[in-house]
Nanobody
Framework: QVQLVESGGGLVQAGGSLRLSCVVS????????MGWYRQAPGKQREFVAR?????????DYADSVKGRFTISKDNIKNMVYLQMDDLKPEDTAVYYC??????WGQGIRVTVSS
């Protein structure tokens, strides 16, 4: 059974940074594409970033976070990360780790104050 556990969220001022982590068990990030989604209050869950399986990392981002967020993974630790820089109030949401199959993390809250 795949389990995803996020950490690293919190409250930050606009312009600040946070780094989210996702501990992956039950599958390997080396062979499973991984990504991040988010859900803001009153809105639908939306795609944020994706990283490919394998040893060469191909990444993809939502237009709203390009140039500010960076997704990465550690094949040894079996973890996925989301470095979030230049955060904006509109980035406030619950962020979820996802394996593009049937597993989601419990979500971690990120709040950006203006």
């Amino acid at each position: 059974q795949v389990q995803l556990v996020e950490s690293g969220g919190g409250l930050v001022q606009a312009g600040g940074s946070l780094r989210l982590s996702c501990v992956v068990s039950g599958t390997l990030v080396r062979i499973n594409p991984m990504g991040w989604y988010r859900q803001a209050p009153g809105k639908q869950r939306e795609f944020v970033a994706r990283i490919s399986a394998g040893t060469i990392d191909y990444v993809d981002y939502a237009d709203s976070v390009k140039g500010r967020f960076t997704i990465s993974k550690d094949n040894i630790k079996n973890m996925v990360y989301l470095q979030m820089d230049d955060l904006k109030p509109e980035d406030t949401a619950v962020y979820y780790c996802h394996n593009f199959r049937d597993a989601w993390g419990q979500g971690i809250r990120v709040t950006v104050s203006s």
